[in-house]
């Protein structure tokens, strides 16, 4: 059992400290770090959006519409709503031929600053292109359309569409979801709570199931080669799961999600782990990551300098002195 903590310390105070919960694997079930929480239940939340995504695939929308790997990408994404994430979602949406409002997920301002700025000062209209699970979204429903499923109730429980997600999840889980984990996500789709073991499970056979050696390799191997030759479009431009495999070069695949969730497997190593900060506060995370990454060797001296550049972990004030320092305590 290992206790990790990141605190955050203000000169040599420990000013403030999040628990981390963690279990690494390797794909033959062999445990490389545990924090003990392997049956506390947890939302992944958009860490999962692959699995989603995996009856989109199924569904043959991608040669009926005509869909590239960026779109593709967007897909299992939680965009940040760059232009060129926006350009793409909107190419979809044309391709697909429905309305901006068919689009259940609700809306928000992009989550980079940068383009939140750019479009405050545009005056457009806001719409649901913008939201972080549009590609999510669009998705369903292209897959809806190709299936001639009605798309008004696509997010309801029991639609076919989310009758076929469930069963993903329980088959690459290998565990039934019961009723009582059912919650609904930030943009109204459902979310399913799972153990984290069960999580864990989740990564082990997606890991073998690129390999070939599980179920729908073909959907996974198309998803995972789209994400990881465009890291871009599944997070953004400041995005820990994109930053991390622009340096790690095709070897990883990681998915960030809400309330401090992240979810990581590392495709040559063969190995898979699930952090969720106790807190939900996703600060914690590139700290807590950068070390268990050093301590499973996952990243070499020049990979951990190029994450080190993306993520300083000193702190400085506004006026850009230096006050303190973000570290994580394996123990």
């Not at 719409?127 to 972080?132: E, G, I």
Request: proline share 2%.
């Amino acid at each position: 059992m290992e206790k990790i903590v990141t605190n955050f310390k203000r000169s040599s105070i420990i000013e403030s400290s999040h628990k981390i919960k963690v279990l690494v694997k390797d794909i033959k079930g062999k445990t490389l770090i545990s924090t003990n929480n392997e049956n506390d239940l947890i939302y992944p939340r958009s860490s999962i959006k692959i699995f989603q995504a995996i009856p989109f695939v199924s569904s043959n929308a991608i040669t009926r519409y005509d869909l590239n790997e960026k779109i593709i990408s967007l897909s299992c994404s939680s965009h940040r709503g760059e232009t060129y994430h926006i350009r793409e979602l909107a190419k979809w949406l044309n391709k697909i031929k429905i309305k901006m409002s068919d689009l259940k997920c609700g809306l928000h301002y992009p989550l980079n600053i940068n383009a939140k700025e750019k479009f405050l000062r545009s005056n457009s209209r806001i719409n649901q292109l913008y939201n972080n699970c549009a590609g999510k979204h669009l998705a369903m429903l292209s897959s809806c359309l190709v299936n001639n499923y009605n798309i008004k109730d696509y997010l309801k429980l029991k639609h076919p569409h989310q009758i076929e997600i469930r069963k993903i999840f329980e088959q690459f889980s290998e565990t039934k979801i019961n009723k009582k984990n059912y919650g609904i996500d930030g943009c109204s789709a459902p979310q399913y709570s799972f153990k984290i073991k069960d999580i864990s499970k989740l990564l082990i056979n997606l890991i073998k199931s690129y390999k070939n050696n599980f179920k729908n390799s073909y959907e996974t191997r198309i998803l995972i080669d789209s994400i990881i030759k465009n890291p871009n479009y599944i997070g953004g431009s400041d995005s820990l799961d994109s930053i991390i495999m622009k340096i790690a070069n095709k070897r990883i695949f990681c998915k960030g999600g809400a309330e401090g969730v992240f979810l990581f497997v590392d495709l040559h190593k063969e190995i898979a782990g699930v952090i969720k900060v106790v807190d939900g506060n996703e600060r914690a995370i590139p700290p807590v990551t950068f070390d268990l990454f050093k301590k499973l060797k996952i990243f070499n001296k020049k990979q951990q300098t190029e994450f080190k550049k993306q993520y300083n972990f000193q702190l400085k004030n506004h006026a850009k002195i230096l006050i303190g320092s973000i570290k994580t305590n394996i123990l």
